[in-house]
């Protein structure tokens, strides 16, 4: 269990300093190889995704979208469109270049050191041409791989801590972090800049949202073992570190 002292101490840059002082070398600097941009597809059929740069599906202008910004919890029933889907994929963690020979990609979101240490699964529940299923957005060639078929609402709800909404959605976003991407060129510093990025993941999830009329609620009280099993995650060199369901708010 750790003190509050030294959670506070993980907050602020006491951890960069010191670190900064023991000369630590990283990975990198040692010449190690640095791990993939993202996991391997070997072995998986991609379903390619509809082109996410479509105008057609928003709603709302920036201003408004900042202003409405809301959690929201209550969702119907109503099915979402792939193109909606594709749209919040990409606004999440889409790629827009990759630099230097596969050295770090170019996100709609910031990361330190471009090292984006996330990858995103979803649980599809209600989304117009997809299986009810868990799946994996694959963000370089903008692809899905289903790797599970299968409504798994109350799983993902009883992960949640029994906040039923957070299954019962049209689909429930789960980013999960494999540290060593960040670690390898930031070693023991990773981890304050590695929560930051999650955050910045989840607020263009939200804002994307509010841009079609779609709700989303960030959740970071889960049972860490339980959504870690589910989607099949081996808990220490990847793990689950943020979900957020998603669906038509019944007020709209």
């Known amino acids: ?13 006491k951890v960069w300093e010191e670190t900064d002082r023991e000369v630590r070398k990283t ?8 791990p993939p941009l993202e996991k391997s597809t070997e072995g998986f059929d991609l379903m390619k995704l509809p082109d996410p740069n479509s105008t057609d599906l928003l709603m709302k202008d920036f201003i408004e979208i900042i202003f409405s910004r809301e959690s929201r919890r209550v969702y119907s029933d109503e099915k979402i469109s792939l193109e909606a889907l594709s749209f919040l994929l990409w606004s999440s963690q889409g790629v827009k270049g990759v630099l230097k020979n596969n050295y770090a990609t170019l996100r709609t ?4 050191g471009a090292r984006h240490p996330f990858e995103t699964y979803i649980f599809v529940r209600l989304v117009k041409g997809l299986k009810k299923g868990l799946y994996r957005y694959v963000a370089l ?3 899905l791989i289903l ?5 798994f609402a109350n799983e993902v709800a009883l992960a949640a801590l029994g906040q039923k909404f957070v299954g019962h959605c049209a689909v429930t976003f789960v980013w999960s972090v494999i540290p060593y991407r960040t670690e390898w060129r930031y070693d023991l ?3 304050k800049p590695i929560l930051l990025d999650a955050g910045h993941v989840c607020q263009n999830l939200y804002l994307a949202c509010e841009a079609l009329n ?5 959740i970071a009280a889960y049972d860490q073992t339980k959504i870690d099993k589910l989607i099949g995650l081996d808990g220490n060199e990847e793990f689950a570190i943020y979900m957020a369901p998603v669906g038509k708010p019944k007020r709209y």
Do not use: W
Request: charged share 25%; glycine share 10%.
């Open 1 to 13: 269990m750790i003190t509050r002292k030294e959670g506070r101490a993980f907050l602020s840059n």
């Open 27 to 34: 990975d990198q600097m040692e010449g190690k190889p640095q």
């Open 109 to 112: 979101v910031p990361s330190a």
């Open 141 to 143: 060639s903008h692809s």
């Open 147 to 151: 790797l599970k078929e299968g409504d």
């Open 189 to 191: 510093t990773s981890y």
């Open 214 to 218: 779609l709700g989303t609620c960030a």
